[in-house]
């Protein structure tokens, strides 16, 4: 995307080529997107039409509904309707239609007032009246960070005054404190919703959003703000690899897990009913990656460590 807002890669000056480039980042992006997010929306469509158990599942109608807005995508304008516990595939909806609406917007405003027509777009979503399934301000954030980074002064300046800051103490911790923070304007929002509305939900974003400026930044200049150790390096490799298949099947394990112990009448306690689920959402996901997602796309072969 860089590419065509910003013109970053030299090599690629030309109308057609940027134009190449593009379409092979949207052709990467939705690879990964949509052929393991249609298998396991299919999986949970299938196992509510066998197992009947409108408990569990809801209705068939219900789950074709929401199938048919998944492949669209168009989950989350769904979702603010019909709000119930299968509504975790909403992300999905947001980024693809964030990738479809940018180059509409390039193409359709003034160059010059592009950024500033992002910028009032982001804040208006802080706003809206239904946040949560319409979270493109962090994707806003992402094209930010690209455009300020696209400055060598800014990079340069960041990049002197975070080495200045390393010295005395590491940016992780920032980064921790900085999130850990969030979470009293969270909770504070849910009991107290009514008195004060969004506002401590909008001042929690606006911070993570901060957070993930940082992130992406110090990401981007390669600055060395977090540190792998080498005995669990590969295990993060693998985790970060899987955790796209883990988000799409985890509910999907937990709906079937669950409707297994209400028809045998199986009796677990809460903390190995999770365990198990959780257990079997990773080993799914594995083969999720393995089996589909790298037939689509080609994924990352290092992770970059200190």
């Known amino acids: 995307m860089g590419e ?3 013109k970053r890669n030299q090599e690629a000056q030309s109308s057609y080529e940027l134009t190449i480039s593009t379409i ?3 052709k990467k992006r939705f690879l990964r997107l949509l052929p393991a997010s249609t298998f396991w929306i299919t999986i949970l469509l299938l196992s509510c039409i066998f197992f009947h158990d409108h408990e569990v599942f809801g209705t068939v109608r219900d789950v074709f509904w929401k199938w048919c807005m998944s492949i669209i995508p168009l989950r989350n304008f ?3 309707y019909s709000s119930n516990s299968l509504q975790w595939y909403w992300s999905l909806s947001t980024e693809s239609q964030f990738y479809v609406f940018l180059p509409l917007a390039w193409f359709s405003v003034p160059r010059k007032f592009f950024w500033y027509f992002c910028f009032l777009l982001m804040c208006l979503f802080l706003f ?3 946040t949560d399934w319409f979270r493109f301000p962090g994707l806003f954030v992402g094209l930010f960070s690209y455009k300020l980074l696209s400055n060598n002064g800014i990079k340069q300046a960041i ?3 975070t080495k200045k800051i390393n010295n005395k103490f590491s940016s992780i911790w920032v980064v921790a404190i ?3 923070a969030t979470a009293p304007l969270c909770a504070f929002h849910e009991n107290y919703h009514k008195e004060y509305g969004n506002i401590p939900f909008i001042v929690g974003y606006i911070s993570i959003y901060s957070v993930s400026f940082i992130m992406i930044s110090l990401s981007a200049l390669c600055i060395e703000f977090i ?3 080498e005995k669990i390096k590969n295990f993060v490799f693998i985790y970060s690899e899987i955790s796209y298949s883990l988000y799409l099947c985890h509910l999907v394990v937990f709906f079937i897990f669950r409707h297994i112990i209400k028809v045998y009448g199986l009796i677990f306690p809460e903390f190995v009913y999770i ?3 959780i257990f079997i959402s990773f080993i799914l996901s594995l083969f999720s990656y393995i089996f589909i997602e790298r037939k689509f796309y080609q994924a990352r072969d290092t992770i970059r460590t200190p």
């Open 4 to 6: 065509i807002f910003l």
């Open 178 to 180: 900085f999130l850990i």
């Open 24 to 26: 092979n980042f949207y």
């Open 128 to 130: 809206f009246d239904h």
């Open 159 to 161: 990049s002197e005054n």
């Open 227 to 229: 540190y792998i150790p």
């Open 275 to 277: 365990t198990l689920c």
């Open 78 to 80: 769904e979702t603010v």
